[in-house]
């Protein structure tokens, strides 16, 4: 697999500033795509899905965008706050089949 | 109701000693998971279980790892002879039936942070 260093790509904001979080998946037949919210010394938290049928989805403040062309899905969180600093996980899965395949996740840190 | 709870939180362990981790998933989710975190790092997974199927195990690093699923109740991930590069926070999730739709997210516990020394 591919390796990873120790430190996350990092993306810090002020608050009320929108965030977009990318992520670039790997398998091509994947139809099935999730972003997981991780705060320090907790276990990951579901934010939104998308299957792979839409191109965009939204939620309360959240909205995930994907493009399976270049296989690549982000995460837009609007008016940001200081309580959704935390890691930021994409993963993807085929349809029928359990296994989630998660990225390497980014880092979000808000400023007050 | 109860989320998925995990067991110990905190583990410290000697190099060589066998640790054993429990998880307790969502009550009626028939899908289990196992998956590792090491420290700035992605969720790499290890074993997954689902009803009376055989357990995929495809992602368990070595031999030394093993899990077991009694029903679809409580699951336990034992490492036997620890090495210092087990040391990483074991996360647990549970969903209803495995199957990778919306309604089938995956619901994690807050993990066990073992640190093997």
């Known amino acids: 697999g591919e390796s990873v260093g120790l430190h996350l790509p990092t993306l810090s904001v002020q608050e009320g500033d929108n965030s977009i979080i990318n992520c670039a998946y790997s398998n091509s037949a994947s139809d099935y795509f999730i972003w997981y919210k991780q705060e320090s010394g907790k276990g990951p938290q579901f934010i939104i899905d998308i299957r792979s049928n839409m191109d965009k989805r939204q939620g309360q403040r959240v909205t995930v965008l994907l493009n399976k062309t270049v296989k690549h899905l982000s995460l837009q969180i609007a008016a940001t706050q200081p309580g959704d600093s935390a890691v930021y996980f994409c993963?993807?899965?085929?349809?029928?089949?359990?296994?989630?395949?998660f990225g390497k996740g980014t880092m979000l840190l808000v400023s007050p | 109701g109860a989320g998925v709870s995990q067991s110990p939180s905190n583990k410290v362990t000697e190099k060589g000693k066998d640790v054993e981790l429990r998880c307790d998933p969502i009550?009626?989710?028939?899908?289990l998971y196992w998956y590792r975190q090491r420290l700035g790092q992605g969720l790499e997974f290890l074993i997954y279980?689902?009803?009376?199927?055989?357990?995929?195990k495809s992602g368990l690093p070595s031999d030394r790892f093993s899990a077991e699923r009694t029903g679809e109740s409580v699951s336990t991930l034992t490492i036997q002879r620890t090495q210092q590069e087990d040391s990483a926070v074991y996360l647990c999730a549970s969903s209803p039936s495995g199957r990778a739709f919306s309604q089938e997210t995956q619901y994690f516990g807050p993990g066990t942070r073992l640190l093997v020394l």
């Open positions: 009550s009626g989710h028939t899908a």
């Open positions: 279980f689902q009803g009376n199927s055989a357990p995929d």
């Open positions: 993963a993807d899965a085929l349809s029928g089949y359990s296994t989630l395949t």
